[in-house]
């Protein structure tokens, strides 16, 4: 699976590397419309962070307490190599993004998808890691899902998507570590959850961090550490993560 997601990365992380190298060969551009880079730079990083587990884990019952999640670990070791400190601002994802397009936070992290609603008013980084959600089934089932009963988390978009595959949808509100049935699941998730990837994939998102609009150096300097990310690391963070119990 991997080496599929790898294969299929669009074109904008070409691009990406592309002006990360122009920026590391020592050209003037990009630059940042308000020095965020230079002022984070052995600074501090002020980074919205909104609960959407596992990508960011806040909870709210804990004052001042350090979210958890896979995107806040990606958080603190882009901090480490600029030598910086992290303060985290939790809040809605809604106002976050105001107070980002208005560059009151440097960054923030949501799980948000290339497809975030938000584009018109932040900026988005390249994606750093593409996740597919499948039809995962126990060894021996039958793969087609045609006419079978298949867990999936209530209000999601797949219980809908079930339906162009001749499935029936069951919605629950979490599904069981070890279902013994056919399952909607995330990728990384298979595994673990003891299934086989039936090759129903319904839904894709490509996951990304969100940057001022205008800040292009600093925006330059996440994706080159975005891009540096080796996809199966991040799997492991989310099966870590998972298994911590988010």
């Known amino acids: 699976m991997a080496s599929a997601v790898c294969a299929r990365r669009p074109w904008t992380r070409i691009l990406a590397a592309a002006l990360v190298a122009m920026s590391l060969g020592g050209c003037q551009w990009p630059r940042d419309a308000d020095g965020t880079l230079d002022r984070v730079r052995a600074g501090t990083i002020r980074v919205g962070v909104a609960h959407n ?10 004052a001042g307490q350090t979210p958890g999640g896979v995107e806040t670990v990606l958080v603190q070791r882009l901090a480490d190599s600029l030598g910086a400190r992290v303060q985290w601002v939790p809040g809605g994802e809604a106002e976050l993004m105001e107070a980002l397009s208005e560059r009151g936070l440097d960054l ?7 497809e975030s609603p938000w584009e018109q008013e932040v900026a988005l980084t390249t994606d750093y890691l593409t996740v597919d959600m499948v039809v995962a089934v126990p060894a021996g089932a039958p793969a087609d899902v045609a006419g079978q009963r298949v867990l999936v988390r209530t209000g999601t978009a797949e219980a809908a998507l079930l339906s162009d595959h001749d499935a029936t949808a069951v919605p629950v509100a979490t599904l069981p570590p070890r279902p013994d049935g056919a399952a909607v699941v995330p990728d990384w998730l298979v595994d673990e959850s003891g299934l086989t990837d039936a090759g129903t994939h319904l839904s894709s998102a490509d ?7 205008g ?5 330059s300097t996440v994706e080159r550490f975005l891009l540096a990310l080796e996809p199966d690391e991040v799997r492991r963070l989310l099966l870590d993560t998972h298994r911590a119990g988010s």
Do not use: Y
Not at 109 to 114: I, M, N, S, Y
Not at 207 to 213: D, Q
């Open 215 to 219: 800040e292009n150096a600093w925006q």
């Open 53 to 62: 587990p596992p990508w960011t884990i806040v909870d709210g019952s804990s």
């Open 207 to 213: 996951h990304v961090l969100a940057v001022p609009p």
């Open 108 to 114: 923030v992290v949501a799980g948000l998808d290339a």
